[in-house]
């Protein structure tokens, strides 16, 4: 099969097995975590994969496993795994989650998490053995057949699994890793390594692949045209062709990897979306204004609603009256499964602290609803918006303007060695580095510095570790700790000089 496909049954420790594929560490702190039918919450998920799994199977979850016979099957493990440099973590895990609704059906309960902790990326994928309707899955060689086949039929709609037709060819070339080169790619000094890295930097920023290889040849690299592409970087012996780098970095592939990032690229915001993000950072001080003339109720109320409005992104009074119908309908749906019986009683609880929850909700929407029938003519929520707005001070304004007009910029070391901090014989200095893109700091989220500089590094998949980031004067590393700062980044180096030991003397007799 293209991407190895791994299924295990399990019998017990379903907590245990979930925390393991859902380690923070494993999954880019849990950004490469994705529930289906689940909630990406542990103990919530526990809890929703149980009342699955004893609707349909009629025994307890938590019982006591027989000494005799087959033991029940809580949920099954699948692992899907990826050659090493056949896709990214975010093209995997994406798949990752179309393969099991494709194999599965859309009614499975399933954990979807990406792990890149080893060399080669890899899916785990927690399933629950019955999904919604009542439908089984049972492991076998006919089912373990299908969704291999399931998963080779998507991989091939992302180009990935390509090796195994070009191997087939009869003028193929191979292009297997000596341990040379496998040696320096762990070391960090590859060649190819160093290339690879680059070609995904730009990828993020390149709109053909030409404009990638024109500015690869801006940076120093050597580009080489014709029947192959060929690239030496900098201080290189000889050039490579980009397809001994990997499938993903064929002429092709990265034509189609450029295509893919100008999609999921984020146009730039306009001027109503600017101001409503201002809004949204300034919460504090909006909320000390009086939004409509006509409402008379007190501050604290107000503000609480305008954080729900905020929260939800309620537009309009249409909008609440329909969230208040919504839940109102959840609301007699439960009690009157209650009331007949349909709950059984380990189940009371749950269904129980879902009434709070509803119930809060109900008097939240209607106590937005009650202040709008009370003000005059118009609606209320977009009069409440507008009077923001109109109110904005000159000095958050001034800020807008700041915050619109400042960037950071990002460095890369110019030897292409990408090293932590404190794997640095000395402190690095802006002469081993040089700019290779810039963005709105704005953009980045987060309330404190260091917020924004991993909101950067999670968004900006050309960003490794090594790499400078300078904000305002300040320059960071990326560490595999966090941030670190270089204080001294823009001073020039200066170089230590050994002082002369004193000439030793006979002491005096």
């Known amino acids: 099969t293209t991407p190895y496909i791994k299924s295990l049954p399990i019998h017990n420790s379903l907590r245990a097995r979930l925390l393991y594929i859902m380690n923070p560490e494993k999954t880019s702190e849990r950004t490469l975590v994705t529930g289906l039918n689940l909630e990406t919450d542990v103990d919530t998920a526990m809890q929703q994969l149980a009342m699955t799994y004893e609707r349909y199977s009629r025994k307890k979850f938590n019982a006591k496993p027989p000494t005799k016979g087959d033991k029940p099957v809580k949920a099954f493990h699948l692992i899907q795994s990826f050659a090493h440099c056949e896709c990214s973590a ?19 309960q399933a954990m979807v998490c990406t792990h890149t902790d080893k060399d080669h990326i890899h899916n785990h994928v927690l399933l629950c053995p019955y999904s919604l309707s009542g439908k089984k899955f049972n492991s076998k060689w006919k089912t373990l057949w299908d969704i291999r086949h399931a998963s080779d ?9 390509i090796m195994e037709q070009l191997r ?14 496998w040696l320096h790619r762990r070391l960090g000094d590859s060649w190819k390594e160093r290339i690879r890295v680059r070609l995904d930097m730009l990828v993020e920023s390149a709109s053909l692949l030409d404009e990638l290889l024109s500015t690869l040849e801006g940076q120093g690299y050597t580009v080489k045209r014709g029947k192959f592409i060929s690239v030496k970087a900098p201080e290189q012996g000889r050039a490579i062709r980009l397809k001994t780098l990997g499938a993903r970095y064929e002429e092709s592939r990265l034509a189609r990897r450029i295509e893919k990032s100008i999609a999921k690229r984020q146009p730039p915001k306009s001027p109503d979306e600017i101001i409503d993000d201002v809004m949204q950072e300034y919460s504090y001080e909006t909320r000390k204004l009086k939004f409509a003339k006509e409402v008379q109720d007190d501050l604290e109320n107000l503000s609480q609603q305008l954080n729900i409005i905020n929260s939800e992104q309620i537009t309009s009074i249409g909008e609440v009256e329909g969230k208040l119908s919504a839940v109102r309908k959840k609301i007699s749906e439960i009690e009157n499964s209650i009331k007949a019986g349909e709950i059984e009683a380990f189940q009371i609880e749950q269904y129980s602290d879902m009434l709070v929850k509803f119930r809060q909700q109900e008097r939240d929407y209607q106590s937005i609803a009650d202040t709008y029938n009370e003000s005059s003519s118009g609606d209320y929520i977009s009069r409440m918006v507008s009077e923001v707005k109109a109110r904005m001070s000159e000095q958050e304004k001034d800020k807008l303007r700041h915050l619109q007009e400042q960037k950071y910029e990002v460095y890369i070391p110019t030897n292409d060695r990408y090293m932590d901090y404190v794997e640095h014989r000395a402190v690095p200095t802006a002469a081993e580095y040089g700019k290779v893109s810039e963005g709105n700091w704005y953009d980045a989220e987060g309330e404190s510095i260091y917020q924004r500089l991993q909101s950067i590094y999670d968004t900006n998949k050309s960003i490794y570790v090594g790499f400078v980031i300078k904000v305002e004067g300040r320059a960071f590393m990326v560490d595999k700790k966090g941030f670190k700062e270089l204080p001294d980044f823009d001073k020039p180096a200066v170089k230590k000089q050994v002082q002369a030991e004193p000439k030793r003397t006979k002491p005096r007799r």
């Open 153 to 161: 039929g998507i991989c091939r709609e992302h180009g990935i699994g």
């Open 90 to 108: 975010e093209e995997a895990h994406a798949i990752g989650i179309e393969w099991v609704r494709k194999a599965f059906g859309d009614d499975f």
């Open 168 to 181: 087939a060819r009869p003028n193929h070339e191979p292009n297997s890793m000596s341990y040379g080169e």
